[in-house]
């Protein structure tokens, strides 16, 4: 069986221990390291307390992901710009080969961030570590935090590097993927739990298992680590205490990042491609607090692409709809981060060929049309939309949970303006949007349930079958100032 990249970086971590046992004496390194005099658990204590998000921001240059994201970046401005933003702590990759980084980029770091005035940023090593020499040298350079990885560690291992980091004043971030890697380390008594929807074997992305596995957190601080790349994403997992955000910072040339602690929830940068470019660094600001997003789905004309008001434009696909979209429309067109592709009655052929052909970062399934395994194959970011006849239809939502990123729960008939016959629990346990039937008029219908972040309206949007601008300001106009006083 071919190893997956998580394999192949373990073994390779492997062989750098041995070459660091080689190059320091274990015995100095253990007697030179100091204790951290700052205290990760507190920083995170003191901002659950003023119900203020623990922001981690975090410098690489590259993943096996992504490639590369940002190889001539200035470390120091990046992170001295992270410390002024207001970030509580900032991450720093350390490890060469796969990810460009180095145990001096940590140096370098801690001096940076020694230059700003007042209360600097804890500093987080973020390594594969295996051994207790990670652990001091990260220390020697500066970490106040380190990383410490269930997929790669028996419980009892992690225990004890646990310690080794605790007896040196740092803070432990223990990071888990899936349900299967939190029982097994459940029973230990870690503070800070860090939940990556990112797989560390293929390197897919699902939000929603932030929503799943803080669950089955306890009283421990949540970390959502991975794949927040803009505002729409953050209100997926804005239940947690605090949120590492790295490759959508990095591909920002210059770093306009600004976390306000008077707002509550923070800003962000929104970088509107896959390629680093200079923008303003006030547009490139949005407010992460509560208001309600506005999916607009049905967009068919290319104009109404660079035009629409709303958070989400859903471009549809599906052979059945009469807002299928034409696909030639959109050809030498840039498709925009915010686009979702709509598929709905589609074999899985034809989904392939249009993700292929065009460069969506985010597509639309219907839960029943197409299996967990098939939405686990895609790249994309996945909404997956559930026609909630019974309320059988939510339980069988189950299934997909782990591997989507937000749900859509829509009439029993999709794009028929009906509205929704079945009551929705207002307890639904995920993040999602309220479809079917949904126009200006009832948008209040949002807030009756917990969960609910925003609604996904076509004929409400429409006149005369044809998409109507003026309907589509007026709903992201009460949209804008509509907070869900639950989130």
């Known amino acids: 069986m071919q190893s997956s990249i998580l394999d192949q970086i373990v073994a390779h971590k492997r062989l750098e221990i041995k ?24 920083s ?37 710009g992270y410390a002024r933003a207001g970030a509580r702590a900032v991450s720093i990759l350390t490890d060469s080969d796969f990810f460009g980084g180095s145990y001096g980029d940590l140096r370098q770091a801690a001096a940076a961030l020694q230059e700003i005035p007042g209360e600097t940023p804890l500093l987080l090593q973020k390594d594969f570590i295996l051994d207790p020499v990670q652990i001091y040298l990260a220390r ?26 605790e007896s040196l004043g740092m803070g432990v971030l223990v990071e888990v993927h899936n349900r299967e890697e939190l029982d097994t380390i459940n029973h230990l008594d ?29 009283k421990r601080f949540v970390i959502a680590e991975s794949g927040i790349r803009d505002y729409r994403d953050f209100q997926v997992v804005r239940r947690a205490d605090g949120f590492l955000i790295g490759t959508s910072l990095m591909r920002i040339a210059d770093c306009g990042l600004r976390i306000d602690p008077a707002l509550g929830s923070g800003t962000l940068p ?10 303003n660094p006030q547009s490139a600001i949005r407010n992460l607090q509560s208001k309600l997003l506005f999916k607009a789905c049905g967009i068919r004309t290319p104009e109404l692409l660079d035009t629409c008001p709303a958070d989400f434009i859903g471009l549809n696909f599906s052979p059945v709809s009469k807002r299928r979209i034409d696909p030639a429309l959109l050809e030498g067109r840039a498709i925009p981060a915010h686009a979702v592709a709509v598929f709905y009655q589609n074999s899985e052929i034809e989904i392939r ?20 395994a098939f939405v686990r194959s895609l790249r994309q970011k996945v909404l997956l939309a559930c026609r909630v006849g019974t309320l059988a239809d939510l339980d069988a939502l189950e299934r997909y949970a782990p591997d989507v990123d937000l749900f859509i729960l829509d009439g029993p008939h999709p794009g028929s303006g009906q509205p929704m016959e079945t009551a929705i629990p207002a307890d639904f346990p995920y993040p999602f949007l309220l479809a079917g039937g949904i126009h200006a008029g009832n948008l209040d219908a949002a807030l009756k349930y917990r969960h609910c972040i ?23 106009e009460r949209l804008s100032i509509a907070i869900n006083p639950a989130i």
């Open 454 to 476: 925003g609604v996904d309206v076509a004929s409400g949007i429409e006149t005369n079958g044809g998409v109507d601008a003026e309907k589509m300001a007026a709903i992201a």
């Open 44 to 80: 995170l204590a003191s901002a659950r307390a003023k119900d203020k998000p623990f922001f981690i921001t975090e410098f690489k240059r590259k993943s096996p992901s992504e490639g590369w994201i940002n190889r001539d970046a200035d470390l120091q401005a990046q992170v001295q």
């Open 140 to 165: 020697l350079h500066g970490a106040d935090i380190i990383l410490l990885i269930a997929a790669i560690l028996p419980p009892d291992r992690l225990q004890m590097l646990r310690h080794t980091a």
């Open 19 to 42: 070459r660091l046992y080689e190059q320091f004496d274990f015995d100095t390194l253990r007697r030179t390291a100091k204790p951290s005099a700052k205290n990760f658990y507190r």
């Open 353 to 372: 060929e249009i993700l292929a052909r065009f460069p969506f970062q985010r597509a639309q399934l219907y839960a029943g049309d197409m299996t967990p």
């Open 270 to 279: 929104m970088p509107n491609s896959q390629t680093r470019s200079r923008v």
């Open 190 to 218: 870690f503070p800070a739990l860090g939940i990556n929807s990112r797989d560390l074997r293929t390197f897919r992305t699902a939000l929603n298992r932030v929503n799943i596995l803080a669950r089955f957190a306890g």
